[in-house]
């Protein structure tokens, strides 16, 4: 156990944060390359503050239109996203390993705070998952690769879980937290998770058409 | 009412045999976290005897050590102290802060022997 969980836990963290920032940067470089072979025209509209204005708008609890139709899904897709990005970055566990190696810490979160936040995302991924099986409109558009996604995003925090809570067996399932953190961090640039990247410049381009050509709302 | 009277006398003695090991070093279960204020994971199991005999540990001072200007001791150990005595919480300069203190005597030793628990849970065991 000693030699497999070191591994997992050192060469293959390190594999995985490579492959997660380079292909972030690959994937934003190919970007901003296509954009200026195909579409150089964008440049002539785009703007900080209309591109802001968007971003903004679109980040904040039923400020759009469409947020306010679905008012379940934007508590849920908000809490969601909240509790995915914070509690893997100030979780006491995690910060205590970064802390050991780099001798590097911060700020944690009280471990009764990340256990509901956790089950936030678990109970989240679970709507998601009803909602593709029930919704027919969005079951029109679903494929088996969203049940793989959404299954790569739940994996982390269901075994983070059970190893929070040492259930079943802990050793094995420690593995494959961090074998499933690592999962979803290699999926982020190379899968439909690069929303991460590509939203803030989807709104930033759509709020500059909208805000400074159209001059419409675009929320 | 002859043997309530003795039960009464007896009562106590054995509160009193009970407590003995459990405020013992030997039996000791689990490692004292009084000096955490949030105290966020279960203390940590150990039996202190059990752990030497099976780690071969003779010398005390592998774990209860003495610092002098960044120099373990190698004459000088520090059983009669609290580990928070040198150790607070947030620690300074060279001395590490009590957990920190804590993982890189038990964890860090653990590493370099290849043996024993690296694993959170193992160590914190709910």
Not at chain 1, 93 to 121: C, F, Q, R
Request: glycine share 6%; aromatic share 12%; hydrophobic share 45%.
């Amino acid at each position: 156990m000693h030699t497999l969980y070191n591994f997992v836990s050192g060469p293959l963290v390190w594999l995985a944060f490579i492959i997660f920032i380079g292909g972030c940067l690959y994937r934003l470089t190919s970007l901003i390359i296509l954009v200026h072979k195909k579409e150089k025209f964008i440049y002539s509209y785009m703007s900080l503050k209309y591109g802001l204005r968007s971003i903004v708008r679109w980040s904040t609890p039923f400020a759009t239109e469409n947020m306010r139709r679905h008012p379940v899904l934007t508590i849920v897709a908000f809490g969601f996203h909240i509790c995915l990005i914070l509690t893997p970055i100030f979780l006491l566990a995690h910060v205590t390993l970064v802390d050991e190696s780099w001798n590097l810490s911060w700020w944690t979160l009280p471990e009764g705070v990340a256990e509901i936040m956790i089950l936030i995302v678990i109970a989240a991924c679970v709507f998601f998952l009803v909602r593709r099986l029930v919704n027919p409109e969005v079951q029109y558009v679903t494929t088996a690769s969203d049940y793989i996604l959404l299954a790569i995003v739940a994996a982390p925090f269901i075994t983070g879980f059970l190893v929070y809570y040492q259930w079943f067996g802990y050793q094995t399932l420690l593995i494959l937290h961090i074998l499933s953190g690592e999962v979803m961090l290699v999926a982020i640039p190379f899968t439909r998770l690069s929303h991460m990247l590509f939203a803030p410049l989807t709104r930033a381009y759509m709020g500059s058409e909208f805000g400074g050509v159209r001059h419409a709302k675009d929320w | 009412m002859m043997k309530k009277g003795i039960f009464l006398l007896i009562a106590p003695l054995l509160v009193g045999i009970l407590l003995i090991p459990a405020f013992s070093q030997e039996d000791m279960e689990v490692v004292d976290n009084g000096s955490f204020l949030k105290k966020q994971r279960p203390p940590v199991v150990f039996r202190h005897d059990e752990h030497n005999e099976t780690a071969q540990l003779e010398d005390c001072i592998e774990c209860h050590h003495v610092y002098e200007d960044g120099e373990k001791l190698d004459d000088e150990s520090s059983e009669e102290q609290s580990c928070s005595e040198c150790h607070d919480e947030k620690g300074s300069g060279n001395i590490l802060g009590l957990k920190k203190a804590f993982h890189s005597n038990c964890k860090g030793c653990h590493l370099e022997q290849k043996k024993g628990p690296i694993m959170c849970g193992k160590c914190h065991v709910r």
